[in-house]
């Protein structure tokens, strides 16, 4: 929950989480180059899991007339928000392709999909391997023949030091508090704070995760049924920033921040 000088309202909450850690746009993109290199066609129908308010999904349905989507989550808060939001900035023929579900990613689904997305970490809530492999399997049964999943993790040197780092946005400020960390189970507590109009609400968001590695994943996804798995980094601008572009490798050097993706293919 929000302390400060009262309670950020809901709305703001997730107005201010998107601003601040979401990229929609650079996502869809990403996917979308990589299922024609990767599948040689087009993808058409996309599954968001752990969804939240489902601006993703919403995102996807809009640039094409073929395309369909599926947000799920748990939580009806940030559904309640994607509808208000995102759902109704879509016309009613865009409306039709779009669908919310209030549920969990392990339970069966009586529809498949060219592509499930799992991001912003948020698949490191299974804390076990067997949960985890569970979820991959789902996954892998959810999926069209030539279907994708597409993680994306980060790490680093920096990733494990109980540190609060702030990013400034014009408006306001968000905050990245890496609480703890047990080194002999990687299990972690990360918060997010914000700051705006002066004041800073602390704990808005709150995760109690294991930080799996790329390795890890890339294992779980071979013993979940996936034929191949590629991992990707992130190239470098002449100032040693990422550039935005990922490519896929095996091999890389280890920097103090990174965030990248792992895809397992049917």
């Given at each position: 929950?929000?302390?400060?000088?009262?309670?950020?309202?809901?709305?703001?909450?997730?107005?201010?989480?998107?601003?601040?850690?979401?990229?929609?746009?650079?996502?869809?993109?990403?996917?979308?180059?990589?299922?024609?290199?990767?599948?040689?066609?087009?993808?058409?129908?996309?599954?968001?899991?752990?969804?939240?308010?489902?601006?993703?999904?919403?995102?996807?349905?809009?640039?094409?007339?073929?395309?369909?989507?599926?947000?799920?989550?748990?939580?009806?808060?940030?559904?309640?928000?994607?509808?208000?939001?995102?759902?109704?900035?879509?016309?009613?023929?865009?409306?039709?392709?779009?669908?919310?579900?209030?549920?969990?990613?392990?339970?069966?689904?009586?529809?498949?999909?060219?592509?499930?997305?799992?991001?912003?970490?948020?698949?490191?809530?299974?804390?076990?391997?067997?949960?985890?492999?569970?979820?991959?399997?789902?996954?892998?049964?959810?999926?069209?023949?030539?279907?994708?999943?597409?993680?994306?993790?980060?790490?680093?040197?920096?990733?494990?030091?109980?540190?609060?780092?702030?990013?400034?946005?014009?408006?306001?400020s968000y905050f990245w508090d890496c609480d703890y960390y047990n080194p002999l189970n990687n299990e972690t507590l990360y918060y997010i704070h914000f700051k705006t109009d002066g004041v800073?609400?602390?704990?808005?968001?709150?995760?109690?995760?294991?930080?799996?590695?790329?390795?890890?994943?890339?294992?779980?996804?071979?013993?979940?049924?996936?034929?191949?798995?590629?991992?990707?980094?992130?190239?470098?601008?002449?100032?040693?920033?990422?550039?935005?572009?990922?490519?896929?490798?095996?091999?890389?050097?280890?920097?103090?921040?990174?965030?990248?993706?792992?895809?397992?293919?049917?």
């Amino acid at each position: 929950m929000a302390r400060g000088a009262g309670e950020l309202s809901i709305d703001l909450k997730y107005k201010l989480y998107e601003a601040s850690v979401q990229n929609h746009m650079a996502d869809i993109e990403f996917i979308e180059e990589e299922f024609k290199r990767l599948r040689k066609k087009k993808a058409k129908t996309l599954r968001e899991d752990f969804g939240g308010t489902g601006a993703m999904a919403c995102d996807w349905v809009k640039r094409s007339k073929s395309r369909e989507a599926w947000a799920i989550d748990l939580d009806p808060e940030p559904i309640r928000y994607g509808k208000e939001n995102h759902y109704t900035r879509l016309d009613s023929e865009e409306q039709s392709r779009m669908n919310y579900i209030e549920g969990n990613v392990l339970e069966k689904y009586d529809f498949s999909t060219d592509i499930v997305v799992a991001f912003n970490f948020s698949y490191f809530i299974f804390k076990k391997r067997a949960e985890l492999l569970k979820y991959f399997k789902r996954v892998r049964k959810s999926l069209n023949k030539d279907g994708l999943f597409f993680v994306d993790i980060f790490g680093g040197t920096e990733c494990f030091q109980e540190i609060e780092e702030e990013t400034e946005f014009d408006k306001h400020s968000y905050f990245w508090d890496c609480d703890y960390y047990n080194p002999l189970n990687n299990e972690t507590l990360y918060y997010i704070h914000f700051k705006t109009d002066g004041v800073k609400y602390e704990k808005v968001f709150v995760y109690d995760w294991r930080h799996w590695t790329v390795r890890e994943i890339a294992e779980i996804m071979e013993e979940a049924g996936f034929e191949k798995v590629v991992t990707y980094w992130e190239g470098e601008d002449d100032d040693g920033e990422g550039d935005g572009d990922f490519y896929p490798s095996n091999k890389e050097e280890n920097c103090e921040s990174w965030v990248t993706y792992v895809v397992g293919m049917v």
